[in-house]
């Protein structure tokens, strides 16, 4: 079982600020830096540091992002289906405060000129039983979802950034749906995390759910009697930047190897507990080995 990624790919540049800027408020910048990221190659990295699991990024990049190829090859990333074009690579202005939130404006650039032909030969390279990734940074999500579902390959779809185009998609043939409190309310109504969950299993009782909550952790449910939870390590946040992408991408991993949901979403969580101690999107996300400096923090449930 293989996982392919069709995916956002970007280059992050990072300002480190007091707080995150106020409409009509100028303030200064303690650091900069410009490295790889995009939620869909940050997962790409999560679901590779994992480990042993096989992940390819199929994105596209420009002139500009060239490098990005090395440096997800270096992380463990196949790279056979991220091509290379003429339009701007996309790009990601982000804020990270002291308190470790962040603020994140998005051009889109190259991660918006798929083409259903490019992404039927992809799918050419893989069968039933792959799981495939998506997110909502890139365009052609409706065909990708129905093309996956035709080939029997489950999706993992996390509807980020939302907007109102995902109420459109074919949600129904999702098979795992990860979003966050706002993304929950945006696709159930309902404000209340544990309300959004009732409304989205019954809506999509075929379809796992996970809602993240940040430092409360995780809930996970499907149709009427499946219902699971995990909490998070209480550790000092430095930058909460990649933490969802890593849940996910860990996450999916250890579903893809074999392991029950109780099992993957301890190490989905103890994996983001880790990137929020260090600064940086893609850099940040741990391997398995890493997670040993948790037992000096303790867990809330």
């Not at 939870?229 to 250890?254: E, H, K, M, Q, R």
């Amino acid at each position: 079982m293989r996982i392919v990624n069709f995916g956002s790919t970007n280059i992050d540049i990072v300002f480190a600020v007091d707080h995150i800027v106020l409409p009509g408020e100028t303030i200064s910048s303690s650091n900069l830096t410009r490295s790889t990221g995009g939620k869909g190659a940050n997962q790409s990295v999560a679901v590779a540091k994992a480990g042993q699991h096989q992940i390819f990024h199929a994105g596209r990049i420009g002139p500009d992002g060239l490098w990005i190829k090395d440096k997800l090859q270096s992380m463990g990333v196949d790279t056979s289906f991220l091509a290379e074009g003429e339009t701007p690579t996309g790009q990601a202005l982000i804020q990270v405060a002291s308190d470790g939130q962040n603020s994140i404006v998005l051009y889109g650039g190259a991660n918006k000129e798929f083409t259903t032909t490019e992404i039927d030969t992809i799918f050419s390279h893989f069968s039933a039983g792959d799981w495939v990734m998506l997110q909502n940074e890139i365009n052609q999500l409706p065909h990708i979802i129905r093309k996956a579902h035709s080939l029997h390959m489950p999706i993992c779809f996390n509807p980020a950034p939302f907007d109102k185009s995902v109420l459109d998609l074919p949600l129904e043939l999702i098979d795992l749906l990860v979003v966050n409190e706002v993304e929950a309310e945006g696709i159930s109504g309902k404000k209340d995390p544990l309300e959004a969950m009732e409304t989205l299993t019954r809506t999509f009782p075929n379809t796992g759910i996970m809602i993240t909550l940040g430092g409360q952790g995780v809930r996970f449910g499907q149709g009427s009697d499946i219902r699971h939870s995990f909490g998070t390590w209480n550790v000092p946040v430095v930058d909460t930047t990649a933490a969802g992408d890593t849940f996910i991408g860990c996450y999916l991993a250890n579903i893809a190897k074999g392991r029950t949901v109780e099992q993957a979403l301890e190490a989905a969580s103890a994996a983001s507990s880790v990137t929020v101690m260090r600064p940086g999107a893609m850099d940040s996300i741990p391997t398995p080995d890493e997670f040993s400096i948790l037992e000096n923090y303790s867990i809330t449930r």
